[in-house]
Structures are given as structure tokens and as C-alpha cells.
């Protein structure tokens, strides 16, 4: 069954990289009490997801805070190291959007978003989505439908709030 809204996020725990290595990093940790903006992508370093997914949020980061969203997280079906390495490239490091992996997919297979791509080469990978998430209750849902971001955009998201 895929989320939506009205729905409280499942517990899961995702990787990252943090000074020491690879650590663990729980969901409910990050959503608790807060209002969180959520965005994921099929792969990174893919062409939307490099181009303007992770840009639309990046571009938006002080008008989502103005809006009392105090944290962005990307999630991707990949590994921390490819999620760091692409965090640099797109400067998602320096905007303080946090980068979660979900290696094995559980998190994304939990809230119904996956999908594969075999012509790409991409199996059990997330669909592109946003939302917000308010004390871990998804208070704004917004699965892509086509094959571009034009209802998972930052700017999208930031439209529905």
C-alpha cells in the first residue's frame, strides 16, 4: 500500500556518512516534533535528478525554512558513498539538505514507492516523490507522475503548503 496523506511514516533506519565513517540513522529520530520537507530519487547522479530535482530543492532551501520546515532530507535507494559523492557535486553539502540512503530499499518497499527501470538498469529503486512530514505525520504528498519532477519540485512542494 503506498502512503499518503494523513499517514504516520513506518519506523526506518537509513545510512549516511558522518565524520567517522557510515552510521545509522533513524527516521524517527529526524521527523519527532518536527517538520521535515522529504524528497526521493530513482538514482542519483541521474539526468532529473542531478538537473533539476535536487536543484528545485537546493534553489528553495530559505523559502521552506521561512515556512518553519527546519530540515530537507533526499533519500535514495543507493549507497552513503554514492550519496555523499553526489551531495558534492550538487552542492546539496553546502545548502544543508541531508542525504539518506536506503541501500536495501526497505524504507522505500514500506511506503510503496518502488519501482524498477530495467532499460536503465535501475530494479527496487524509489519513485520520485516529496512530501512534508509534520511530527511524523505526512501532512503534504506528492508522487510524480511523469517522467520529469514538475509535481515533486521544491517549488511544487513548497506550493502545497
Known sequence: ????????????????????????VSLEDKVKGR???IFAVPAAFSTTCQTAHMPSFIRNKDRFAE????EI??????????????????????AGITMLADPDGAYTRAIGMTFDAP???????SK?????????????????????????????????M
Open 35 to 37: 517538520k521535515v520537507a
Open 73 to 94: 532530507i533526499c533519500i535514495a535507494v543507493n549507497d552513503p558513498f554514492v550519496m555523499t559523492e553526489w551531495a558534492k557535486a550538487t552542492g546539496a553539502n553546502e
Open 119 to 125: 532499460v536503465v538498469g535501475l530494479y527496487g529503486r
Open 67 to 70: 515556512k518553519g520546515v527546519e
Open 1 to 24: 500500500m503506498t502512503i499518503s496523506i494523513g499517514d504516520h511514516l513506518p519506523e526506518a533506519s537509513f545510512i549516511r556518512m558522518g565524520a567517522e565513517g557510515p552510521e545509522t
Open 128 to 160: 520520485r516523490y516529496a512530501m512534508l512530514v509534520e511530527d511524523g505525520k505526512v501532512t503534504v504528498f506528492q508522487p510524480e507522475l511523469t517522467r520529469g519532477c514538475e509535481t515533486s519540485s521544491g517549488e511544487a512542494l513548497l506550493a502545497e
